[in-house]
């Protein structure tokens, strides 16, 4: 099934806005896993056995695999979201960008060695550098827009010579000229709510990437009511806050305790 018809059931399904971000750090596991690389898909895998009914997708991120010399956790990794969850798309952030030769190796790993139903990609090298992934039907191709991070502002908030900004032509290109067949969308920091309802504007149907929940501060609601419309999908992304939430051989409820109060948040924030 296409990454777009998977997110829209499983958002239906599990009546839920929520994306766990599976991005695991072995110094932070809870004690009896801590430090010990050999332990991140055990880890992952308890996350994703204890949030799966809960989520509308899952988000590992690559280098946290990668730095660990741990891809082959990873690929085991997705193999067990497949088999577990298949309801539930998986969009593997790699935020990749490059010329089209390497692009093709690089949309190679992601949706055959890894078999993740979309990727987060940088737009920067414009659209040839994006296009080798559209030869992965239904595979999604989520760009990076505004960024939640405070540096994001350094490019993404230039303004071109037609007085709008950077992000906001990215945001246009995706909805409209580079969107062929309907299976881009893009990345939006939930720390800024105002370009994220600007974005929602010149995107009203793309699905968004939404990170920035938890950890790094973001407002659940304000984010669901600047992104959120019947027929455009929303991932909010948390992953340290929900990973991280039980220090003990428990730490898998209270990653569930953390993933269901913040399902219900968003929730709510949709029904107001
Ligand atoms: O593309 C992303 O997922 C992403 C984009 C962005 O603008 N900000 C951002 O934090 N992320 C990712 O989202 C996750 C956020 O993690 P927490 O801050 O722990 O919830 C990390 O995996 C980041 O790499």
Known sequence: M????????????HESLLCVGLDPEPSKFPEHLRGDPSKIFEFCARIVDSTKDLVNSFKPQIAYFAAHRAEDQLEELMAYIRRVAPDVPVVLDAKRGDIGSTAEQYAREAFVRYQADAVTLSPY???DSIEPYLKYDGKGLIL???TSNPGGSDLQFQQLANGEHLYEHVARLAAGAWNRDQRLGLVVGATFPNELARVRELAPTLPLLIPGV?????DAAATVRAAWRPDAPIMVNSSRA???AGQGEDFASAARQVAQATRQTLQLARKA
């Open 144 to 146: 990076l827009c505004r």
């Open 125 to 127: 090298m414009g659209f």
């Open 242 to 244: 929900v990973l991280y």
């Open 214 to 218: 938890g950890a790094q501060g973001g």
């Open 2 to 13: 296409s990454f777009n018809r998977l997110l829209a059931a499983a958002t239906h399904r």
